[in-house]
């Protein structure tokens, strides 16, 4: 009998346990799915589709390498090796 009160009680705490993980779970997927939100709207602000955001990096990533190879091209690169030989 003593037996089966300890497995009652062993029971009865991982139930509190899983049912205090799940508060937890749900708090944070609450949480989660509040910042998605802002994100989202953040997103929206900036003009940008979330559903293209992937097509909006590489976009971005292209025009950032477009204006180094600009800004290369710009440099006196004749005149800087000259001088970096002195």
Known sequence: MENH???LSQLKDNL???RNLKYKAEARLEHLNK???ELISELKDLGVNPDE???EINKLEKEITNLFNKAN???PMDILNAHSKE
Do not use: F, G, M, T
């Open 16 to 18: 509190d346990r899983a």
């Open 53 to 55: 955001l992937d097509d």
């Open 5 to 7: 009160e300890k497995q």
């Open 73 to 75: 091209q710009l440099l």
């Open 35 to 37: 910042q998605q939100e």
